[in-house]
Structure formats: C-alpha cells, structure tokens
C-alpha cells in the first residue's frame, strides 16, 4: 500500500484540533478518523490484481533512434481504477515518461505509450510494472509489481554507414561497370566485346580479332564470390575504452562496413565472434537480409573480462570455408594478448587464407607523448613511446609473417579497413 | 514431504512440497530487510539489558573491580572485621549512622559536590571518625572547620614523606604524590620542596576528622604503592563500621534542582510535538515509497585504454627508471627519424644522427650527445633534454 499527499495534509490539519483540545483523546480520535478514512479508501480500490498487462515493444531499433513501448492496461473488474504506473525500465533504456497517470473505468482498457531513448547498445530488459490504484477519496493506495517482461534489442548505430556508397562506387569502378569509358581493373577476365574509340589498346585481343575479321577487346571484372571471413575478438582486450567508444564498437563499426561492402562486391561473408567459445555467428548461406542479421547478432556482444583462445581460429575459419579465403581478425594489438595467443596459430592460417589484423589505435598516447613539460609527464611520454614501439613491434612482425594489418584510429578504422579490402580486391590477391 | 503423505494426495503431492518452499523464501526474501532490522533491535535491546546488569563504575566505588575502583581496600577491611556499608543514597548512610550511635567511621568522596550545604551539616558528628577524599570548600567548611584547601599537588615519582608524628602517617612513611594538598593542625606528607607547607594528609588534633589530598591512595591500581595500603586501611578501619558513602546525582536536594522548563510551556506543546511526529511520519511514508522495485543495470566494463601507459609511466617515476625512460624516447625518436628521413628499418644510428644533422642544419656533435650521449642528470636536464629532442625531431620534420 501507499498513502498520498492529502491523506499527509488532512493529518497536519489535526494538529488544528490537537491545538484547541490537547490530550491523548485528541490524537487517537484523530489517529482513528485517518486510519478509518484510509481503509475505507483501501477497501473501495480496485484491486491491481485485476489488471491484465499487455506490452508490445518494437523488435529492435537502431541506437540513438527513439522507440516507442506500448502498454495495454485491461482492468478486468468493475471498479474504476485511478492511480499511476512505473514501468520498470532499466536506466539505459532512457524511458522519459516511465510513470503516467491511469484512469481506466472497468471492464475496459488503456493504452499508453512508454517513450525510450536506448543509451546502450544491447539487450534492455523491464521485468515489471507496478500499478498504485488510488481509492475515490485518494488517500491511500493500493500497489502492486506485476511481472511483465519485455525485451528491446538496441542495434549498433552503424555510423560507418555514411563511407558505404564512396566504397562502393569505387568497387564498381574496378568493375567497368562505370560510364566512364574506362577498363576495369579486376583482374578476372569477363568478356569479349567490340573495340570503341578510347579503348586501351593493350587490352585488344588479338586473336578472337583474327577469328572475328573485327577488333575485339576484352573486359576483366573483379574477382567475384570469393570468401571473406570477419572474426572479432570480445575478450578483456575489447572492453578498453578509447575516444570515449569501447574497441568493440569500433569493432563492430569496420565489420558491419566491411560486410557491406564486401555483399556489395558479390563476395560472400560470414562473420564469428569469439573469445573462448563462438559467441555470435552468421553464416553467409543464411536466409534474410545481411546486414538485418549481422547488427541482430552482433548486438548482444559485450566485452568479457576473459583471455581470447586464438587456438579455436583456424578450426573456426575451416568450418566456414574451406576454400582460399580473406579473414580478418579484427583485434587489439598488445603485444602480451597477441604474442602468445595469435602468433603461434598465424602460420596456419596464413597457408591457405589471405589475414587482415585490423586494430584500433588509441590517439591518446599520441598526445601524452607530445606533452613533456615535467618530469611526470616526461615520464609518461616515454611510457606511451613504450605502448606505441611494441604495438610498432607486434605489426612489424604480423607484416613480415606474411599478414596485412591496419591500426588506425577510432574513426579512421572503418574506411581503412574497407580501402584494404578494395585494394586487395583490386590486385587479385582475394 | 513425506513419501506417506506424498502418496495419499498424489496429484498434488510432488509440486506442492518445492512449490510451497519456493513461495517461503520468496516471501523471506522480500521481508528480509525487517526481519534484519528486527534482529538488530532486539540485540540493541539484549545487550543494553545485559550492560545494566553489569557492575557498577564509580570510582573508588566498593563494588567496583576496575582500576579505578576501590574493591580491594573495601575487601581487605572486611577481612579484618570491618563492617563496611556503602549506602545507595543519603538518606540511607544517614539511618546507617544514626543506627551505630556515633561509633562508626564515615569515608565521603564528592567530587561534584552533589550533597548541599545543609545536608553536609547534617552528617557533620555523627560518625566517631569523618574521613573526606578531595573535598571541595563545601565539605571543609561544613565537615573539616580547621582544615583549609591549599592548591594541588603535583605528581611526582618521589612520592611523600610522612614528616608527622600522627600515628596513622608515621606508620605508612609515604605515599603517591598528587591530588590536592590541604593545612590543618596536623599537617603530613608536604610537598618535599617546601618544608613545613601543606601537605596530602591533614587532620585535627584529636583525629576525629581526617583530609586525604590524594584519593588514588585508595584505587585499586595504587593501593599496593608504598605505604598507600598502610595510611588507607589505618585511616578507614579504625572502628567496626565503615559507612562508605559516595553520593549520586539523586542526593541533589529537591530545593536546589533546577525547574523543569516544561512546566512553564502552555499545556498543549506536548500533545502537539507528538502529533507532528506523527505527520512527519506519515509524510516520511508518503515521500519514501517508491513506485516499484529499482531496475538493475548491468554494467559494461569501462577501461581507458591509455591507463596502461599511465600505470607504466606512475611505475618508472616511482622508481626514477631516467635511464629506461630515456632510452625509450630515444628508441622512438631515431625510430620515427630513420622513417620520416626514408633511411630503412636496418640502418644505423649513426646513419640516422647524420641524415638527422643534415636535415636540421645543426652541427653532428649536438645531434649526436642528444640522441646517443650521457643521461640527463636531475629532473630538470631530464625535462629540458626531452623537450630538445622533441624539437629536433619537429626540425626534421618540417626540413
């Protein structure tokens, strides 16, 4: 139960009375009129237990976007019910209007909306709502938590968006497949065609211009239906915060591009989560739109506090494709977490598929060993040289294993990523 | 549930027993904040009952054992047949002494002067011998007419000498120093600098009204110094009774306690303080029920990235590791050069501080002390020798 202010106002005006009569007869005849009043207000209620809840919350919606949560409050018994609810949201959901006001007369019922602004990429959960039903004096109330779960799946926004359709013309220019009057530049012969004023010359093939008594060029188009295998790694390593958006965001962000883009391209994707077990798979042979089904699995992933197992990699890749593939392992490069964990296993990979290791750099050491104006900063200079000679270190050895790696910074990761893809694509080596 | 019970209600018999057990703890669990609170009350209460059983803690009280307390005189006096009374209040040591005829001793210690003026008088003959610890003006005026106060003692290892012939302080030949010292017909234990001046014992002639300065004598931390036991025990025990008196705050005679302000308050205050408790209450109620259980968030781990360097650099400066520190910028910097001046991964230092020196028009020596030559020495060449390195390689880069 709960009381209301007015049940508070009608006790201060006692003290009105305890005035003018003091004594204990005063105050229990008073104390009595207030507990008769709120019972009689309890008992006249309607019963929070004759309320069906209802809630329909949209499936998913992109971070930084609004949703809607709609309740249906169905009062089943004959009293009119008066009163508020909370619906219990958690925090991050950034319900602004959680607690409304309820008028609902019996046998009918309500509607309301619950405006949310996720602040949080990931599953957010309201176990319950709690209803206070007012009596018609509105004095006291009853109140009562009825569990009604409810699940809003908040996508990754996907900022990287914004580089997708600059890739992609670039993509299709590889293809020849501009208005420019231009050969492509894949390197997968297409097609044969007639020669047009402009043609580069080089590209005439001789041959079929003998057979044809006609000049004949051929086309070349990029490699199509190749495999690219992204892997993200949400061990310890990704849950260090830099420019203010944990590395698995960023993560996120470059393998939701580079998909695209590599859709785009005719490849085919898969994409794995890992640390110590697969935690998110979507396979390239599945039904639906891709990237529908990469933010829904990628969603849910939070960085765990645990060391990734490198080892399961290979066995991973070779589930999905047993074919020359690109696989890129999106990462951080520590040199402790990748010496003992990736290396061993590099080889491995490296003698059937092409490897990308992408990671973000931290722009923040650059700045702290800029600043050497006392001796604590000086020495935090050297210390971030350190960080940036090993990580200098650890690339330089990926590189001469035979790897590409990118590490760039937060914003940059995503359109660098998606630039190695292209060139790669470009120099036939998919 | 037993298998007999389960099996004369089968249908609800396996769900209930788990079902029912379920619902109990769900039910503790929401009550688990009272049921707490209730425990710790009761507690509260046990104990605070338990604390006033316990023994009383005046000091120099008879029935107290601490070291403040005066149970070991009290009990060797009784062992040596001394009837000692510790009266609860004033109008019982007053029967008491009435009761023996003026054959008893009376042992007063008042610090805070509870006992008024007239009830002071009162006591005053009764006893054969009065025995007064520390008294203040009150109690020499009223109890010691020929015993004045005469300033304080100080406390020092030496201890007193008697330095009188009355029986009780020759036999005990000295005692603690400290407490307050007294002047009286017979003067003993002075104060050892100053001769024949006032001293922690004094008494009348005929040695029915006795001054102690010191009332540690008695405690029962000091009572086994020097000759405290002997002057104590000869003071107190020299008749059958000792009424040993040590008034409370309930002896205050009724005509001195202070008025009770409450009295001159208009009749309904009371009644009204009361009732706004109870309206503070009810809004306490009112604001502090919340709308539901609080939604838990979990939380995403937050680790900066740079916090690593950071602990790196707090462990270089704690142990003043210049010569790492130094060594690392160095690294970086011809790092950085060899690639901004195109020199390849496998070139020599000496190859970079050359290009480097060209590059920037300086001389090769001052290239080469800042990137190859002897450490900084002291804070302050260390700051300086960074920030040139830095500006060479600014030089560098911008040539």
Known sequence: MAISGRLVLLAAAGSVAVLLFPGAATITLWLVFLCAAAGVDLLAAASPRSLTLERTVPGSVRLTEPAAAVLTVRNTGSRPLRGSFRDGWQPSAGALNPVQRVQIPGHEARRFDVQLRPERRGDLHSESVTVRSFGPL??????????????????????????????????RELDGNTTVQMRGAGTEFDSLRDYVRGDDVRSIDWRATARRRDTVVRTWRPERDRRVVLLLDTSRTSAARIADEPRLDTGIEAALLLAMLA?????????????????????????????????????????????????????????????????????????????????????QLLAKHVVVVASVRDPELEELRRQRTTAAEVFRAAAAERALLDRAAVSAQLRSMGAEVVDETPQELPPKLADLYIRLKASGRL | MSPAHAGADPAAGPQRGPALRENVRTKLRAWRLWIILALVLCLVVLLAVLGQS????????????????????????????VDVQAPDSYQEALAILEDRGGQSTLFLYDPNGFLGADQLAELNGLARRQVLAEPGFAQLTELAREIRSAGVLPEQDAGLEAECSAADPSAARSIDAGGLAYRGPVTCFPASDRGNGPGSYAANDDGSVIVLGNSGLLANESLAGRGNAALALRTLGSTQTLVWFLPTASDIPQAEAPADFRTLLPPWVDPLLLWLLVVAALAMLWRGRRLGPLAAEPLPVVVRSAETAEGRARLYQNARATDRAVQTLRAAALTRLAVRLRLGPGSSTDTVVRAAAAAAGRPKGEVEELLTGALPAGDAAFVQWSQDLQVLEEEVTAS
């Open chain 1, 263 to 347: 859709s785009g391209g005719a490849d085919r994707v898969d994409f794995l989560a890992f640390d110590r077990r697969i935690r998110a798979r979507v396979q390239s042979r599945g039904k639906g739109n891709l990237l529908h089904r990469l933010v829904s699995a990628v969603a849910p992933l939070d960085a765990e506090l645990i060391e990734a197992d490198f080892s399961l990699v290979p066995g991973a890749v070779q589930s999905v494709s047993t074919r020359r593939s690109l696989v890129v392992l999106i990462t951080a490069l520590d040199s402790g977490a990748l010496e003992e964990g990736l290396l061993p296993v590099l080889p």
């Open chain 1, 138 to 171: 509105g004095l006291a109330a009853r109140q009562r938590t009825l569990p009604c779960p409810a699940t809003l799946r908040v996508l990754p926004p996907f900022h990287a968006k914004r580089h997708l359709p600059s890739k992609l013309r670039r993509l």
């Open chain 2, 54 to 81: 316990g023994d009383d803690d005046a000091a120099l009280s008879p029935a107290n054992p601490a070291p403040a307390g005066a149970m070991a005189a009290a009990t060797i006096l009784g062992e040596h047949g």
